[in-house]
């Protein structure tokens, strides 16, 4: 019995001691101590994720302001000091406190200049709220930039089309329109300091000016003819208006020689070989017509007359549009003399035309140093071509002092007239000079008005791409010089 209790009582040990050490082996459900130090490790990189994360949050606010507030007052045409934007930005986003600097070259009140910087920086700091258990109690915000806006130096050649088919459908009055909006919208604000714009109207033919006549070595023709064997002057009354000192318009009629009206130079072949003004002698394209004239609105002459030159190197709104707005249609269409000025002044090498023509009053002096050379990154030069009619041939009075040239047009007198180049060759001469100016970075935009398909074909051929081509109907014309006015802006500004 006794061994019995024995027995029993070993028994029961020994399973006591081997469920005591099974339990002692179990390790389902335990915690160890690296796996308790892991858990406050990964606490403590999310609390110090999320101290980074709201620090990021503040410095991308600060920052967006902070770009904001300096693009805005590194505009040109920003009516209030530029630190005074930056300030007034930082206020209305609560950020007063966090402005560190302001720094605006050349000043904070703009001078007459075509560039602005603006450069600032912000500060602030963000509370560690998890971080604090290592001792840190708050993260720095830094941020800063820099704008800066640049007007760059803009040189355009507005070459218009006004030859008397511009007379059809308004075509001249929509012009006239669409033509003072473009040079509203290039010389507005700021960029009306470094835009100069040539205007360039041709017919059959381009009236440089008296000036440039002279310096091109031009030869006028004869200041009289013969009649009956009797020498008389040839030329006509002109009258003029003005206004009388009381603000009374009054018209005076004077005479003038028929070869004083205008100023055209008979280019040749060699000519159109260069993107140079015309110089070295030239004979003066006679006063005269092909074909009839359409008095209201037409003045006589293949030739522009010389109310109807070129205007070179202007930026005065006023005296442009007033110019657009009076300009006489003419005779022909010759757009390859037109394409030859208005290149030719872009170039560089008219520099010293441009001089003589600031000491006779008519380039404003701060345009005196150009065009600009090819090679300044500073400046773009664009060239806007206008017609409505394709490149024809050119015809002349077989003579040059005809007494009939000046009432009687040479469609009615086919005897008396000869052909100097055919359309085709006009052609040429035009693309040439095209290829010419894309050659040396001028931009071309063409507009074909209501033009034949053929004046379309040659308008796409000569713009500096496709695209830069434009076509139009009636009031289109309008948004066509929006859409080139608004190219030209966005390529000469830089921020």
């Not at 249609?329 to 394409?339: A, F």
């Not at 695209?467 to 859409?483: D, L, N, P, W």
Request: charged residues 20%; glycine residues 6%; aromatic residues 8%.
């Amino acid at each position: 019995m006794l061994r019995a209790c024995l027995d029993n009582i070993r028994s029961n040990r020994q399973k006591a001691v081997e469920k005591v050490s099974a339990f002692r082996k179990e390790e389902e459900g335990t915690v160890t101590i690296f796996a308790t130090f892991m858990i406050i490790m990964m606490l403590m990189v999310c609390g110090i994720a999320v101290d980074l994360m709201q620090n990021e949050m503040m410095r991308t606010r600060v920052q967006n302001t902070l770009d904001r507030a300096i693009l805005a007052a590194s505009d040109l045409d920003q009516p209030l000091p530029a630190d005074q934007v930056v300030d007034d930005y930082f206020a209305k986003a609560g950020m007063t406190e966090f402005l560190d600097d302001v720094q605006i070259t050349p000043g904070a009140h703009l001078p007459v200049t075509n560039y602005r910087i603006v450069a600032a920086t912000a500060r602030t700091r963000t509370p560690a709220i998890y971080m604090a258990m290592t001792g840190v109690e708050s993260l720095p915000v830094y941020t800063s930039g820099m704008a800066e806006e640049i007007i760059e130096k803009t040189e355009i050649s507005l070459v218009l089309d006004i030859s008397g088919s511009m007379r059809f459908d308004d075509r001249i009055g929509r012009l006239r329109v669409a033509a003072n909006e473009f040079l509203e919208s290039v010389l507005d604000g700021q960029a009306g300091t470094t835009t100069s714009i040539n205007i360039v109207p041709y017919a059959g033919q381009t009236n440089p000016g008296p000036i440039v006549f002279n310096r091109a070595g031009g030869i006028q023709f004869a200041e009289t003819i013969t009649v009956d064997g009797e020498e008389q002057p040839y030329g006509g009354d002109v009258e003029n208006e003005y206004v009388d000192e009381d603000g009374n318009t009054q018209t005076e009629t004077n005479y003038v020689s028929y070869r004083d009206r205008s100023a055209c130079l008979e280019m040749d072949s060699s000519d159109f070989n260069n993107i140079n003004l015309p110089s070295g002698g030239y004979f003066q394209t006679p006063h005269f017509m092909n074909w009839a004239i359409d008095a209201p609105t037409m003045d006589w002459g293949w030739c522009p007359l010389n109310n109807t030159a070129i205007q070179y190197a202007q930026n005065n709104l006023d005296s442009l549009k007033t110019f657009i707005n009076t300009m006489r249609l003419h005779d022909g269409t010759g757009t390859h003399y037109g394409m030859k000025y208005g290149v030719a002044l872009l170039n560089p090498t008219s520099n010293s035309t441009f001089r003589a023509l600031e000491t006779a009053g008519l380039v404003p002096p701060q345009f005196a140093d150009r065009p600009a050379p090819f090679t300044d990154t500073d400046t773009r030069k664009f060239v806007v071509l206008m017609t409505d009619g394709k490149i024809t041939e050119q015809v002349r009075p077989k003579d040059a002092n005809h007494q009939l040239n000046p009432t009687k047009e040479l469609n009615a007198r086919k005897t008396d007239r000869e052909r100097i180049s055919t359309s085709s060759t006009n052609i040429t001469r035009f693309y040439s000079m095209c290829d010419k100016a894309k050659a040396e970075g001028i931009v071309i935009y063409t507009i074909a008005f209501e033009a034949p398909d053929a004046a379309v074909t040659q308008m796409r051929n000569c713009a500096t791409e496709p695209s830069y081509a434009y076509k139009a109907q009636g009031v289109e014309i309008r948004t066509v010089f929006k859409a080139i006015a608004r190219q030209i802006n966005e390529l000469r500004l830089t921020q």
